[in-house]
């Protein structure tokens, strides 16, 4: 099955920085790659996606980049801001494994002020 | 428009009791998902269903573990006799088509402490 590999665990960054968060997955039939972010005792909320058939998406501040050969994905958070804190998840879906996500260990991202 | 309801959001139990977690999907989403989150960790996939439909419950312990979505009503996630081990946040999520790129959105979330 899908095995997806994130690192680092924990990041601290002042608040300004850019941050990175980088995943990798085993499955090459994988197609579909949310992030998502969860804040403590919340819902994991989705902030941004790709699919297999672009190398890059950009939404104001989040990007995601995808390359396929190499099997990883990476998240990036510009000009980050305290309230961007929280604990990010990379997933992974294909059709082969039916429909279910399989998640990264998280990491946890510190921004401080 | 209500997103993924979950009920109830805080579960106490004691070890061999019964534990029932109902999810209701958003407005027009026809697929249901629930993960396991254990303390400091991921989510791990358990079961997916369609209505009155299991389509992949490889995630779930065999045993004591149990899911439906019927016709009507929300979909349950059932434990019997639960044990400590239980203990951790249950998700589900929704989703609107079963394309392996359609996009799942997560319910609050049942937060279940086994004594």
């Known amino acids: 099955g899908e095995n997806v590999e994130q690192h680092p665990s924990t990041l601290s960054v002042q608040e300004g920085d850019s941050a990175v968060i980088k995943c990798t997955y085993s499955?090459?039939?994988?197609?579909?790659f949310p992030w998502y972010k969860q804040e403590l005792g919340k819902r994991p909320q989705l902030i941004i996606d790709?699919?297999?058939?672009?190398g890059e998406k950009k939404d104001q501040r989040i990007a995601v980049t995808l390359n396929k050969t190499a099997k990883h994905f990476s998240l990036h958070i510009t000009e980050t801001q305290p309230e961007d804190s929280a604990v990010y998840f990379c997933?992974?879906?294909?059709?082969?494994?039916?429909?279910?996500?399989?998640f990264g260990g998280g990491t946890r991202l510190m921004v401080k002020p | 428009n209500a997103g993924v309801m979950q009920n109830p959001r805080h579960l106490v139990r004691r070890r061999g009791q019964e534990a029932r977690l109902r999810c209701s999907p958003m407005?027009?989403?026809?697929?249901v998902y629930w993960y396991r989150q254990l303390p400091e960790e991921g989510l791990k996939f358990m079961v997916y269903?369609?209505?009155?439909?299991?389509?992949?419950e490889s995630g779930m312990p065999k045993e004591r573990f149990s899911a439906e979505f019927p016709k009507e009503g929300p979909s349950i996630l059932r434990i019997q006799q639960v044990v400590r081990g239980d203990s951790a946040a249950y998700f589900c999520?929704?989703?609107?088509?079963?394309?392996?790129?359609?996009?799942?959105?997560f319910g609050p979330g049942t937060r279940l402490t086994v004594l």
């Open positions: 999520a929704s989703s609107h088509s079963s394309g392996s790129t359609d996009t799942q959105y």
């Open positions: 499955d090459s039939a994988s197609n579909y």
């Open positions: 790709i699919r297999s058939n672009v």
């Open positions: 997933a992974a879906s294909s059709n082969n494994a039916g429909n279910m996500l399989t």
């Open positions: 407005k027009g989403h026809s697929h």
């Open positions: 269903l369609q209505k009155e439909n299991i389509i992949d």
